[in-house]
């Protein structure tokens, strides 16, 4: 199994404030899967995904990533394993206001030693005409495929999205999934994607449902539908 967590828990505060917001989640996904993470706001998604990321330590529990245990490690292994492994795209883009839509990818590209090629990463997303352009210059929809190009330069092995549409509208919200898709199927990029929108779990490999810190139900869908097809998004 390419990602396996077992017995994960986190929590926040002490005494009075303390909460506990995962309560032993374990689960697992095979390489080259796309799984989407479900739940209402508080119930623990985005911290999960966050543990996986190494962006929030875990308190305990054991999170492996294509054999290598993260949990536990030392900052500057946990640093590595984000360079070496992971794409980050969130709601908000955080593109950087003066570099052109070229220059916030190659932010990411000379992090690694193994780079996609750029002009094939612009060619795909739709980015080759805004290539020069600065993010004030583009549509929402325009800048997260720069946001998507960015993780994805890295050619990382794991990709996290945290509300990739949530800021969208239908129509760029079915794009954007659609590109989503289609790196999954080219690059084989294994994803997991934390959302609010129930419409995209039919699109997905697996389907993971959080509540009040853990696993209420999860499933394999048996036939998925395209992105392009999805309805109510």
Request: charged share 25%; hydrophobic share 35%; with cysteine.
């Amino acid at each position: 199994m390419y990602l396996e967590v077992k017995n994960l828990k986190k929590s926040y505060g002490e005494g009075g404030s303390y909460i506990q917001v995962l309560k032993g989640i374990s689960t697992g996904l095979e390489k080259g899967e796309m799984c989407v993470i479900q739940g209402t706001s508080g119930s623990g998604k985005s911290t999960f995904l966050n543990c996986i990321g190494a962006l929030d330590i875990p308190d305990s529990g054991s999170i492996q990533v294509d054999g290598i245990e993260i949990a536990g490690m030392k900052p500057e292994r946990l640093a590595e394993y984000r360079r070496n492994y992971l794409g980050f795209i969130f709601q908000f883009y955080n593109l950087i206001p003066n570099l052109t839509v070229r220059e916030n990818i190659q932010v990411c590209e000379y992090l690694t030693k193994s780079p996609l090629q750029m002009e094939e990463l612009l060619e795909i997303l739709g980015l080759t005409e805004h290539q020069n352009k600065f993010p004030s210059q583009l549509s929402g929809g325009q800048q997260q495929r720069c946001a998507i190009a960015r993780a994805l330069i890295k050619n990382p092995k794991l990709l996290l999205c945290d509300e990739p549409t949530g800021a969208l509208d239908s129509k760029t919200s079915r794009d954007i999934l659609a590109l989503l898709e289609k790196v999954n199927e080219r690059y084989g990029t294994t994803m997991l994607i934390v959302t609010h929108n129930n419409s995209i779990k039919d699109m997905v490999h697996k389907v993971i449902r959080i509540k009040d810190g853990q696993i209420s139900k999860e499933y394999y869908n048996e036939v998925r539908i395209p992105a392009m097809e999805l309805e109510d998004l």
